[in-house]
């Protein structure tokens, strides 16, 4: 079956550094792609989503680029600080669908 | 209160007992979701519900039965479970379900321990 999943399972980034979680996704039908963080005791939040018909998005700190002719998608934080630490998971979506899940990538913030 | 809510925080059964998760949303969605997350697995999606209408079941196991009395509250209904089942259970809402641009909202999840 189709899939979402992340290449990395740990990603250790030094305080103010940039941090760049990648994800692959293999149903060539989505369209809609969303990344949630997930912090310890706390269930996921919504940072920022892109629709397929853009290839950057930008928010507060965070950037999501888009990919469509590999089917990659990568969640860009700048200035990384110690709470960014937490899961990061990335979801797609295409119409008359629910989302699908990656498997998630933890991101460890050293001071 | 706001955003999603889910009781309780912690729960610990054994495999005979009978207990309930509940989940509240205070967001004015019509859809509501349960997940289960374990470890070292990505979210798996049980149950979804849209206006209180059951929309997808995926394949779980009847000792767990959800209930969706009204748009705003979701429960799920645990028996006989197995010590496989323990996991952090996620409530999730989202202004309707199975469309395209779908941002579902999380509860904080009730962490479950089978013995």
Not at chain 1, 58 to 82: E, Y
Not at chain 2, 29 to 41: D, F, L, T, V
Not at chain 2, 73 to 88: I, M, N, V, Y
Request: hydrophobic fraction near 35%; proline fraction near 4%.
């Amino acid at each position: 079956g189709e899939s979402v999943g992340l290449h990395l399972p740990t990603l250790s980034v030094q305080e103010g550094d940039n941090s760049i979680i990648n994800c692959a996704y293999s149903n060539s039908a989505s369209d809609y792609f969303i990344w949630y963080k997930q912090e310890s005791g706390k269930g996921p939040q919504f940072i920022i989503d892109i629709r397929s018909n853009m290839d950057k998005r930008q928010g507060q700190r965070v950037t999501v680029l888009l990919n469509k002719t590999v089917k990659h998608l990568s969640l860009q934080i700048a200035a990384t600080q110690p709470g960014d630490s937490a899961v990061y998971f990335c979801a797609e979506n295409n119409a008359g669908n629910m989302l699908t899940f990656g498997g998630g990538t933890r991101l460890m913030v050293k001071p | 209160e706001t955003g999603v809510t889910q009781t309780p925080r912690h729960l610990v059964m054994g495999m005979t007992n009978k207990k309930s998760l509940k989940c509240e949303q205070h967001l004015g969605h019509n859809a509501m979701y349960w997940y289960k997350q374990s470890a070292k697995k990505p979210l798996e999606l049980m149950f979804v519900y849209s206006l209180e209408e059951r929309v997808e079941n995926n394949s779980v196991p009847s000792r767990f039965s959800p209930e969706c009395p009204n748009s705003s509250h979701l429960f799920l209904h645990l028996h006989t479970l197995q010590p496989e089942d323990s996991a952090l259970y996620l409530c999730a809402s989202s202004q309707e379900a199975g469309t395209g641009a779908n941002v579902l909202t999380f509860g904080a999840g009730s962490r479950l321990t089978v013995l």
